[in-house]
């Protein structure tokens, strides 16, 4: 059978037997048994524990109905042959012990981990802490480790070499009385992985296995000495670097990055590999005699430039977030699948869609989305060559069987939370599933019911989708400026040669189309036209200061979007003309650290910058190199800061972040205080990073994924602690996170 089940009469069947044989997981991930006694085993809405590595694979949601089996098949072999054992694997959602019960004695296990997570804390305990559970539950107990880090991302993620936590885990594993371990390592299209990058934690495995009173230090020592003779101290510092990159980063995995953003904008950004690359050139200058020179070359090729490859790709695809405008419709399309609607000429029409990793593809998938009070509107048009081949076999409604075919997808993340969002899923034959996903409903969000209506159509060349789905639905009531997330995807199956199908989407999730982190950004337009929010920037908010400054009561113009109030300490001087003079483009404001003065502004709840992106610029210049504030936005939680620090004898630009503790940062050098004008931007995109600008120039990123709550709603110019002393002119705020290639043209315009 492809699943175990309780149906035979003894509870139980040998399906093969002999002295020697692998150990493989018992149901091959291929179904669960339907019958009354199976079914009241699987615990499917089992709840999981927060912070679960690999959530829905390190699960015990079927348990109690596998191991029920396994249990059953253990207990008729032990009666025939009471000196055989019975074997197989905790595996996907029956990974824990289950708890209702006790095992037979001949019952030996094979538990599935990855210690490439274990650089997280909470991951490593929570493995430790199954196995201690299995080790007194079974009477053998045997480890299936994956080596895989590169399987996923079809060997495009950052390096896994941590020969210290393999080191640490198997003197953990001896204390737990596992008595083997498998290791199954990444493999590729000829079933070889990179042996390059494999070599050194499989080689630290087997010598720990052969003998483990010797320290990993003294092995991997001896392994730099003897394989890369000259060439051993850069390469151990590669490698060491390698290693703190990972032990630095195991947070990455608590929350849903995908891979390749964990990889090299996280972990290994651009900077990052500057540093690797200086060690491997170190390593090639060094080594010129055989055999080292040759390996140490292999390990260019084969790590190095594929880190240098895919992470200057990423930076370069990643440069633009998308975004979208979702305009007012002055009529409702008609839901008909066919997108003859004049509707559809007034909504925002997306790029064509690409790959998962932002690759063109070869069919051009178009979506368009637009609103009104009442709907959210959303259309696909699915070119297909092959439409003899298109696979559409579901007709169930509310079935996630639904992506198992050709199928659009639409995700929709109302208030950008990064956490909750509604999730769509379209077959051809119009066949249409609707969850909500982390709200606290069912295990996959499916018990939602949203009421949209929705049509398809099909052509000779291709098919067409039309969805409106109700506001109410989703408690959403769009306000002018407000930010959604928000993805359009499709999977075409039929007449593509991966039988995985072939997977685009408008915003790239560089992993899985269920990656909120990586959904665009739909703004809620104010009119009724799709180019409201066009392809140049405008501020929403700017303080050019051309208007002249007669006293405290004076208002200074913030181009009609927030008010902005000249401000002041109590034993501060009033405002007055002096403090308009001349700018960088027309005036500027003077500010004096002895005066106390600071303008405060105080935005509209409307323009979304509590809760969503946005980029913040300014020109200024000073003279001193005393600590000052530049910008803030209050500076007790929730709040942020931007401003000059002297820290340990170096003077920095820093901007601090902080909606729960603990508070992040991102630091560069301060422009000089040479008196001369220097252009700073900072942009925010919520989820990601923030990142400092100078001179047009990106400095410094800083990862701000958890700090997912509202900010103020305010923010204060020049003060009001360790008041600003110089000169600031055109304060511009930006709805949105702009790109390094927009900071730098608006620095230079």
Known sequence: GKYPTMQFPKGGQVMGAGDYYPAVPIDSSSGWCGCPRCKALLDISQPIAENTPGAEFFNGRYSEYVWTFANAVAAEVRKTHPNKWVSTVAYARYFLPPQNVKLEPNLSVCVTKQVMLYAHPAAKKYFNDTLREWHKRVGELYIWEYYLNQYFSKFCAFPWITPHLIAGDIAFLKTVGVVGKFVETSPWKSRRGNMAEDLL??????????????????????????FYGPGAAPMKAFFEKMEATWLAHGEVFAHKASGQRRSWEIMCPPAKLKEFHEHIVKALALATDEPYATRVRLMNEAIYKPMEKHGLEYAERNKSRRSLPCPLLSVAPTIDGKLDDPAWKQAARTQPLVGMTMEKVEVDTIAWVGRDDKMLYVAFECPEPHMDKIVATHNKPDSLDVCLDDDVEVFVDVGRTRQQYYHFLINPNGTMAD?????????????????????VARAENGWTVELAIPMEAMKAAPKPGEVWGFNACRVRRGGVKDHHGQATCWSPTFGGFNTPDEFGALIMAQSDRSDSVGQTPQPVVELAFEDEIAGDSSRVSTGGRASAKLDRWRDGKPWDASCRVQGKSGFACAFDPAAKRYLTLNFPEDLGLSRGDFTVMFWFKTATEADQCLLASTTSAPFWLLGINT???????????????????????????????????????????????????????????????????????????????GCMDTVQVYQGALTPAQVKALCQA
């Open 435 to 455: 969850r909500a996903v982390g709200m606290g409903l069912d295990a996959h969000g499916i018990g939602w019911n949203s009421g949209a209506k929705v049509a």
């Open 201 to 226: 934690p499989v080689y630290v495995t087997a010598k720990l296995l052969v003998d483990d009173s010797r320290s990993v230090d003294e092995i991997l020592d001896e392994h730099y000495r003897l």
């Open 647 to 725: 820290i340990k004898d170096r003077r920095l630009l820093r901007f601090m972040l902080a909606t729960e503790p603990p508070t992040v940062a991102a630091n560069t050098d301060a422009p000089p205080a040479d008196g001369q004008w220097h252009h700073v931007a900072v942009t925010l995109d919520r989820g990601k990073l923030a990142t400092l600008h100078v001179d047009g120039e990106p400095r410094d990123s800083v990862d701000i994924s958890k700090h997912k709550g509202a900010l103020k709603n305010s923010m204060t110019v020049g003060g009001p602690y360790h008041s600003f002393s």
